[in-house]
């Protein structure tokens, strides 16, 4: 593998791919809708696509349930939000991981074909910065859940031509690539030895390597290996609520900046907020307790109605807008401000999210605490897109001078 000049990575690693900020003095107040209207938003992880997959609707309309659809994400300002094509590991583990990946892809296309004047499809950063000229709502492509590379760079090829632009290695289970957080089974120790060879061919191919859902190990396997920088696509502090491994603690952070890469941050109050983790454990071990003492299957129709009566009857302590801009603070004091973006999780994570950020028309409300804690307009520019987008190229540029 050629080495890429470190001049030209070195700029797109520093401030020579950031924004100039605007001095303070200079700066027009603006409120959260008008930042929202005026800089590009990319948010990282929405899962429209499974949600959709279960439950057909048409996004290109209000639609009764869900987070996103095109009338929300115009109201938000959201330019590109990354269509997660989320395989589950119950179906690698069933097989039919790279059909069911293909079928999603399909239907994100068929989302732009069906509405060509809202929709366009986004394969490359430059496409992403034309949807402020273009206005309409770009959809990119990640991949949660590296199963459906089923141990073949080939189709590693195959999805990128299919516009996938990150892979998130692993998900709830160890997989082929990658132990994930999740699962105690850590059968790699990290990464598996195709795993690192993984991380290399996506460094070569142009595509992000996603962190998040991997075990500890397994990141520090991705910092090691990868040469570009890397991203967790959807991922929180740990520092506040401890123990919970898929969010990463204050030293992952630490290296994720020495890398130049970005988290992106989940907003589902189970991950921001440990009260709300605590209720959470609360509940379901309820419902567990109950299905076990009636030796119900977990998976019947019965054991299901009865969690769902005790989930009401135990409502989830909801985290608050306060609890996302906090995670946002400690982010910025551990990592730097260079390293901090939006990967919501929005249709990922159930009613869960929290109060003042319920779907993709609330960007507005999270700018507007931004403000309030005293961010610039240029720092708020690189925590909407400005951070991620100087990681794409940066990869990008990579994958050009490596050909």
């Not at 892979?167 to 709830?172: F, G, K, P, R, V």
């Not at 990922?348 to 960007?363: C, E, T």
Request: hydrophobic fraction near 40%; charge should be negative.
């Amino acid at each position: 593998m050629k080495n890429i000049g470190m001049l030209s990575i070195a700029c797109l690693l520093s401030a020579c791919a950031q924004v100039t900020p605007k001095q303070d003095a200079e700066e027009v107040a603006l409120t959260g809708a008008e930042i929202a209207n005026k800089y590009l938003i990319v948010d990282t992880h929405i899962d429209v696509p499974f949600r959709l997959h279960r439950k057909p609707a048409n996004v290109g309309a209000a639609t009764a349930s869900g987070e996103f659809d095109y009338p929300r994400a115009k109201q938000g300002g959201l330019n590109v939000p990354f269509m997660s094509i989320y395989i589950p590991a119950s179906v690698d583990a069933e097989g039919g991981a790279t059909e069911l990946a293909d079928k999603l892809i399909d239907d994100v296309e068929n989302i732009a074909a069906e509405h060509p004047d809202k929709f366009s499809l986004v394969a490359s950063a430059s496409d992403a910065l034309m949807t402020l000229d273009s206005g309409k709502v770009g959809l990119a492509l990640g991949m949660e859940n590296g199963a459906p590379i089923a141990g073949d760079l080939k189709l590693l090829r195959h999805f990128y031509d299919r516009g996938i632009r990150y892979i998130t290695l692993t998900h709830s289970k160890s997989n082929h690539i990658s132990d994930s957080s999740y699962d105690e089974a850590r059968q790699w120790g990290g990464l598996s030895d195709f795993g690192e060879i993984l991380v290399l061919a996506m460094n070569g191919i142009g595509m992000m390597v996603d962190v998040s859902h991997v075990s500890d190990d397994a990141f520090y396997d991705v910092i090691r290996i990868s040469q570009v920088p890397v991203i967790a696509s959807h991922s929180s502090a740990r520092h506040f609520v401890p123990g919970f491994e898929r969010n990463m603690d204050d030293d992952m952070l630490r290296a994720l900046a020495n890398n130049g890469g970005v988290m992106q941050l989940n907003i589902g109050s189970t991950f921001i907020s440990a009260a709300s983790r605590q209720s959470s454990d609360a509940r379901t071990a309820l419902a567990k307790a109950y299905v076990e003492e009636n030796n119900l299957d977990p998976t019947s129709d019965e054991a299901r109605a009865a969690a769902m009566q005790i989930f009401k009857e135990n409502p989830l302590t909801f985290a608050t807008m306060a609890d996302v801009l906090d995670h946002v603070d400690h982010v910025v004091k551990i990592a730097g401000i260079n390293h901090i973006g939006i990967g919501s999780d929005f249709d990922g994570v159930g009613d869960s999210l929290p109060i003042g950020f319920k779907d993709v028309s609330d960007y507005p409300n999270f700018i507007d605490g931004l403000i309030e804690r005293g961010y610039s307009q240029a720092d708020i520019e690189k925590i909407l897109s400005g951070n991620i987008m100087r990681v794409w190229k940066t990869v990008e540029a990579y994958a050009a001078q490596n050909l």
